[in-house]
C-alpha cells in the first residue's frame, strides 16, 4: 500500500514519539507495504468483535457520556412539560412528577449534575492535554480540535457519497462530523448553562451586566432557553443518534460508549490515519492484520521482497 | 467483516435501539403537539 503524504506524516511522527527502533520499524513498514491500495479491501476482509477490538476512549469520556445521556433526556423531558405546563400534553408528565413545582426541583438538581458533569469533561480535557504535552505524546492532530483538513475531508466525503471519487478520505481520530456535533453541543450546553443560570440567579447577573442590557438580557435567556432545548433534542434524534445506531456498519448499536472500543473495521474506513498509529502502538494489532490480510490471500509478500532488492 | 453478536448482546443493542426509537417517536408527537396548540 502506498501511503498518502498525510499518512506518511503521520506514520512518522507516531514512530519518533513512541520511540520504535530500526527492526520494529522495518517491520511496521513491510506489513503497509504489504496491504492493498484500495482501503475498502482491508476495511471489508478484516475481522471486527462488534464490542470493538481497539481503545478508543478512557472511562472518564465513558462516564461523561453516560452522564450527559442521563441529565440530557431528564432535563428534556422536564423542561418541555415546565414550559409549556398548560399544553394537554405537558400536564400528565407534571402530574406524574407531582406537579409542575416537584418537576421544576427534579430539573434543577439534575441541572446540577449536568453542570458538574461539565466541568469533570474540562477537568479532563485539561489534564489530558497537560500530561501529553509533559510526556511529548502531544498531537493536534489526534485531537477535537477543528483543522483546515477536515474542510478538505468534508469535500471528498461529499464527493465520494455522490459516487466522484473511489475511497473515503483519510481521517483522523477525530472526523469532520464528530468535530461539528461537539462544538455544536458545547456551544448548546453553554447556552443552556447560561440562560438556565440566569433565572435561577437573576440577581447575580443583573449585578454583573450594565443596567441598561440586563432585562433585554433576561428576555434573550427566556427565549433561547427552550428554543435550544428543542433545537438540541432535534439533534440528538436526527444526527446522533442515526450516526450511532441506524447507519450502515453500526447497526444496531455501536458499543463504543459501553466498552470505549472501536471495531477495527470502523476504525480503518473512518480513521484509517488514527489506525497507522494504532498499528505503530499495538504490536499484537500489527500481527492480527497481518494474518487476517494473509489468510484470504490479500497480502503481497512480493512488495517487501520488491523493497528489499 | 463483523462477527455476529451473542444472544445478550442482541438483546442489549436491540432494547437500546428500541428506546431510542420511541424517544424519537415521543418527541416528534411532543413537537407536532406543541406546533399545533
Redesign the interface.
Known sequence: MKLSAEAKSVLQSSLAKNKIDENEQKEIEDLIDGLPDDRVLIYKNVESDPLGDIYRYSIHIRLQHMLTFVTFLTLAFTGLPIHFFNASWAEPFNSILGGVDVTRVIHRTIAVVMVSSMLYHILTLVAGTISRILSGTFDIRRTIIPLWKDAKDFKDDLLYFAGKRLQRPEMDKFMYKQKLHYFAASFGNTVMVISGSSFLFPELWASILPASISSEFQELMRLSHPHEALLALLVVAFWHWYNVHLAPGRFPMQWTFLTGKITREHQIEEHFLEYIRNLVELPDERKKLKEMMESRGLFNQSANADQGS | ?????TFW??V???S??AF?LI??VL?????W??LS?
Not at chain 2, 467483516?1 to 453478536?5: Q, S, W
Not at chain 2, 418527541?27 to 413537537?31: C, D, K, M, R
Request: one cysteine or more; proline letters at 4%; glycine letters at 4%.
Open positions: 467483516m463483523i462477527k455476529p453478536m448482546q442482541k442489549i443493542a436491540y437500546s435501539l431510542v424517544c424519537t418527541g416528534i408527537l411532543a413537537i403537539v406543541m396548540e
